[in-house]
């Protein structure tokens, strides 16, 4: 048996990172998750601290990386997006290893009819599109064979994430929040994003790559499909525009996967295939149950 080669994630105890963990070995990886703040195995790295990237880079000897590790909001996040994925682009380069990015469909403004391309100009409209955008434009300066992978809202894990989470509190009460029906996104299953990240390892492809899921739908239609999959009253959602907030979001962040999916032999699926087709709850009650 060939031994396996050896890949690091960042933010390895996170929704994609611990399921990219968790998949690794089964594609020939020896799989090294870092964590922050979380509980875990895998080593403690602060992203914005270049000396420790560096010197955990040279002590794994990584053939690939992929950075995952991110904040969506509060003080640290121009310093954890940005300053931190140039810190692990520069030790990827350094060390010579392969390396992809995870950035984000909040790049672009979302005025497109249509779906974006990766050679549409990314236009973003607030503050944590800003960060992304900052951020593949310092990884591609410091390693400019990275692959900066785009994606979308993420679901179907192992355990509910995020915005599994929030339907299932706002069919509680414990939240009180409304669905857009007026903002586009194309959710992707965990798995099929970790699935596709994998694959492309092995390949040469660098620059913007669109890796999201093959349907797109408003908020308020994911949020229905995710109540039915899940065997909630989705009675209980309450529509909502974000045209109606005090700060603007982009309307329309579908992605055009066409690059990603001729390459790709993973299936990018999109939500109504993945949780409309459930013959029975996707998870069980106790798993919906906050730590």
Not at 103 to 109: A, C, G, K, N
Not at 259 to 286: H, K, M, N, Q
């Amino acid at each position: 048996m060939l031994p396996l080669v050896r890949l690091l994630i960042t933010g390895g105890s996170g929704y994609l990172g611990s399921e990219l963990v968790r998949r690794a070995p089964a594609g020939g990886w020896d799989a090294t998750g870092t964590r922050f703040a979380s509980a875990g195995d895998g080593p403690v790295l602060d992203v914005r601290d270049a000396a420790a990237v560096g010197r955990l880079v040279g002590e794994i000897r990584p053939a690939a990386i992929v950075h995952t590790a991110y904040l969506q909001s509060g003080p640290d996040m121009a310093d954890v997006n940005v300053a931190g994925s140039a810190n692990v682009a520069r030790a990827a380069s350094a060390a010579g290893a392969r390396l992809v990015h995870l950035s984000t469909d909040f790049v672009f403004d979302g005025g497109k009819d249509g779906a974006y391309r990766e050679d549409d100009e990314p236009a973003p409209v607030t503050p944590y599109g800003e960060s992304k955008l900052a951020a593949e434009r310092a990884v591609a300066a410091e390693h400019p064979a990275a692959l900066l992978v785009r994606t979308s809202l993420l679901y179907a894990g192992p355990q509910p994430g995020a915005h599994e989470r929030l339907v299932a509190d706002a069919i509680a009460g414990t939240v009180n929040v409304g669905f857009f029906t007026d903002e586009l996104r194309c959710p992707i299953a965990v798995g099929d994003l970790a699935a596709a990240l994998l694959e492309l390892l092995d390949g040469d492809l660098r620059g913007p790559l669109h890796v999201a899921g093959a349907e797109t739908v408003s908020r308020y239609r994911f949020a229905e499909l995710v109540a039915g999959a899940a065997g909630l009253d989705r009675e209980r959602l309450r529509p909502a525009l974000s045209a109606d907030l005090p700060v603007r979001r982009p309307r329309n962040c579908a992605l055009d996967c066409s690059r990603a999916a001729a390459v790709l032999a993973t299936r990018l699926r999109g939500p109504s295939e993945v949780l409309g087709a459930a013959d029975r709850p996707i998870y069980t009650r106790s798993q919906w149950r906050r730590p």
